[in-house]
């Protein structure tokens, strides 16, 4: 099948799988924030953080060795019902609140080919440009020039995945209204693309490593 721009894999991991994740993310967050709150540890990024800039307050984690073991679990999959030769680069996971918003935006190099699994929780559609516009003029403080396309809604169920062209195609949620999501990105370079070589695994030695371990 061949890919273009964007994609849907229904149960790319099975309910349970996705069930399970969900609720060791939860478990881990919620875990964490005991420790941070009682400072039993510091926020370094190894546990997660609350201080993502894109989504401030809200518990996120980079490379977190299970989403990181499902980063190399789906290239079959993915490979299957988009033929694309892909290499990992990393993972991050998010378990979203009520009134979070993802502004529209596009992908680092890392991200050439990127998804989005739900884990569960709350429906919350997300939003691709499929046209490759450039309508961003500033990501955080939510500005974009008039008229950008409105793009379409994607609702995913537990254990799908939209797989698309990160660094391409726009792609943002609107505030949520739900109580709780947990999504988990997964991102990857093509095999024989123009990042695959110098952005191996996001720049670390190995995948699995938090963000510090990058070699610059």
């Not at 953080?49 to 894109?54: E, V």
């Not at 609107?174 to 947990?182: A, L």
């Amino acid at each position: 099948m061949a890919f273009n721009k964007y994609q849907v894999i229904k149960g790319a991991i099975s309910y349970e799988l996705a069930n399970f994740v969900f609720n060791y993310f939860l478990l881990k967050r919620d875990a964490v924030k005991y420790m941070y709150e009682n400072n039993v540890t510091h926020d370094n990024g190894i546990l997660g953080t609350w201080g993502d800039p894109q989504i401030p307050n809200t518990y996120s984690h980079y490379a977190d060795p299970v989403m990181e073991t499902l980063l190399v679990k789906v290239l079959p999959v993915m490979k299957k019902h988009t033929g694309l030769d892909l290499c990992p680069t990393y993972s991050y996971a998010r378990a979203y609140k009520k009134g979070d918003e993802l502004r529209r935006h596009k992908d680092r190099p890392s991200c050439e080919i990127s998804t989005t699994v739900n884990l569960g929780g709350n429906p919350w559609p997300i939003f691709i440009d499929g046209t490759g516009a450039n309508t961003v003029i500033d990501e955080y403080k939510n500005i974009h020039k008039p008229n950008a396309p409105a793009g379409t809604k994607v609702l995913l169920e537990v254990g799908d995945m939209l797989v698309y062209s990160g660094c391409e195609l726009e792609h943002w949620r609107e505030p949520f209204d739900g109580n709780i999501c947990g999504q988990v990105f997964l991102h990857y370079n093509h095999v024989n693309g123009p990042f695959a070589d110098k952005n191996k695994f996001d720049k670390r030695p190995m995948l699995g490593l938090p963000s510090f371990c990058k070699i610059i």
